[in-house]
């Protein structure tokens, strides 16, 4: 009887780490489910941000190449599509801007003027014959850039502003909103900002009217 006891605990002691070796050693998780890589995970999903995911609209996701769509953000695979969440315009499709984090349609500027140049030019001084501008979408760390608004409306009064920001992280890296005083007064005008203490990227340069996002237009700094 005793022998039968020890044989039986013996048999319930190797079952359970048979048990908990499959568990831990070869048992697949689900979508959603957590995992070190993706032999971790069942088949057709793979290991995202340490989540077994399908790639599909909600699943887990760290890149956008974890994704189907191509859209991750906060962690998770969207569309990319209007009212979606996002971190800049690239995580919205095309003809979209990325507004207060939300994927949204973009601004009308011509109601407040009818053409906005881009240019660089050599820091510290106006633009003029002594510093040419040259219009561009990529810059340098040692140049500023010069934004020039045309056939402003008489209409068009108020504040203005531009914010520098990362494309990648949404970090705004640069913006005048409390460096200058800069207002519309119906009539075309201009303003620089430099780019010192900026490192290397792709930035979004956003232009602000009286706090309303205006423009958006993608540029590059190079070393």
Not at 148 to 172: C, L, M, Q, R
Not at 195 to 223: C, H, R, W
């Amino acid at each position: 009887m005793k022998k039968t006891l020890i044989a039986i605990l013996i048999i319930v002691i190797l079952a359970g780490i048979g048990y908990a070796g499959w568990y831990f050693l070869l048992k697949k998780s689900p979508e959603g489910g957590s995992c070190s890589n993706d032999a971790r995970c069942l088949s057709g999903l793979a290991c995202a941000n340490k989540i077994c995911s399908s790639g599909e609209i909600g699943s887990s996701c760290a890149k956008k190449d974890d994704c189907k769509s191509g859209y991750c953000v906060n962690g998770k695979c969207t569309e990319g599509k209007k009212d979606d969440a996002c971190a800049t315009y690239q995580d919205c499709q095309e003809g979209l801007l990325c507004t207060k984090s939300i994927c949204s349609q973009k601004p009308d500027y011509s109601k407040y003027f009818n053409k906005v140049t881009i240019s660089k030019m050599k820091p510290g001084l106006p633009p003029g014959p002594n510093n040419p501008t040259t219009i561009t979408d990529t810059f340098t760390t040692a140049d500023s850039i010069e934004v020039d608004f045309i056939g402003v409306k008489a209409t068009t009064v108020g504040p203005y502003y531009i914010e520098i920001v990362n494309s990648t992280t949404g970090e705004v890296a640069n913006s005048t909103k409390d460096k200058m005083d800069t207002n519309f007064n119906g009539k075309d005008t201009g303003m620089g900002t430099d780019m010192s203490g900026m490192a290397v990227g792709q930035y979004d340069l956003n232009i602000y009217f009286n706090n309303e996002l205006i423009l958006v237009t993608p540029i590059k700094i190079s070393a």
